[in-house]
């Protein structure tokens, strides 16, 4: 008897511990939605004041400069290596000779080619007059043009191979390295040489999201590096990433002009896209901002009321961002509570 007691007694101290728990979160919830809702369905809502301040004009950002064309040159046919004429950083110019592969097995072939592509045109055309007179049936006459289809094609592919054994620069640039000796022998797509072209870079920068929309194609950017001191370069914008990495950074690339060849592939230099002047701008908190910075609209307290309002940004630092367009110094912008609103609701500020 005396253990069925205590055995109801701690049922009745369990089921007491889950009704204190359960009240107590009513009570919580309860004064969550207060907080939502406070008095008279108005939503509760932060403010702040669209105000002047000093921002930086645009942005900086690092990388690391990259040639804008380069290229492994592989063989295209067979052979054996005779002459090299371009060597490890001598410059070239577009189609000239850097190598020659051994050719007089090429040129009897040819040689041999256009006697087959003659014999089967003259065949073709002593054809046609007989199948003028029905001397010949009709599958002859298109047996001697197949002849000379694959005639003409054998002798066009051996005058091909013949040029190939020539092996000329694809465009103009530096021998960046060198793969092949003379008397080695190549396969078929065996590497020649590199070839970079440093007449142009491209500066490879990530940039933020809120960095990302203040750029636009062709845009100018003034370039600098720390190993060119009171130097600057004029690039321009040639591409904008269109998806973020695992960091949420977007690939820009910024063309540049090295026809002096000042600035070599690999260097890491500084991009500043905007003047980089301190000017007052108009600002508000990024918190404030509903969507993207491109499509950006704020919530403004006008008599208790919520107004949406689409508005321009412009450059941003840390989490103040500048607004171009659309709202005016003083004005009350919502920065927390958006999430239950809706345009032209009624709202109760709450003091900070």
């Known amino acids: 008897m005396k253990k069925i007691i205590i055995n109801t007694v701690v049922v009745l101290a369990i089921i007491g511990g889950i009704v204190w ?50 290229l492994t040159f592989v063989s295209e046919i067979s052979g054996r290596v005779v002459s090299i004429n371009a060597e490890k950083g001598d410059k070239v110019s577009r189609s000239q000779t850097m190598a020659t592969l051994d050719h007089e097995l090429l040129q009897n072939e040819v040689v041999a080619s256009e006697a087959a592509f003659k014999k089967m045109k003259a065949d ?50 530096t021998v960046n390295a060198r793969y092949i000796e003379v008397g080695s022998y190549l396969n078929a797509g065996a590497k020649m040489f590199d070839i970079v072209d440093v007449s142009k870079l491209k500066l490879v920068v990530k940039v933020t999201e809120a960095q990302v929309f203040q750029i636009q194609k062709g845009m100018a950017v003034t370039v600098s590096s720390d190993i060119l001191p009171n130097k600057t370069f ?30 070599k592939a690999g260097m890491y230099a500084q991009a500043q896209f905007g003047t980089g002047d301190v000017t007052p701008q108009l600002t508000v908190t990024r918190n404030a901002i509903i969507g993207s910075l491109d499509h950006a609209q704020v919530y403004v307290n006008e008599s ?49």
């Open 21 to 70: 728990v359960l009240k107590g979160n009513k009570e919580e919830a309860a004064a969550l939605t207060s907080l939502a809702q406070q008095s008279n369905g108005y939503v509760a809502v932060r403010v702040e004041k669209a105000k002047m301040e000093s921002l930086k004009d645009g942005f900086a950002a690092f990388g690391n400069f990259e040639p804008t064309r380069e």
């Open 124 to 173: 073709l055309e002593k054809y046609e007059k007989l199948a003028e007179g029905g001397a010949i049936t009709s599958q002859q006459l298109e047996d001697a043009k197949l002849g000379y289809t694959n005639a003409d094609i054998r002798l066009k592919n051996a005058k091909r191979k013949l040029q190939d054994s020539s092996i000329k620069a694809p465009f103009a640039g």
């Open 234 to 263: 004029e690039g321009k914008v040639a591409f904008i990433g269109v998806k973020a990495d695992a960091s949420l950074n977007y690939p820009v690339e910024v063309e540049v002009n090295n026809s002096t060849e000042q600035l």
């Open 304 to 352: 208790n009321k919520a107004v949406l309002k689409s508005v321009t940004t412009g450059s941003s630092v840390g989490e103040r961002v500048a607004i171009v367009a659309g709202l005016k110094e003083g004005e009350s912008v919502i920065t927390s509570g958006q999430i239950n609103l809706s345009n032209g609701d009624v709202i109760e500020v709450l003091q900070n």
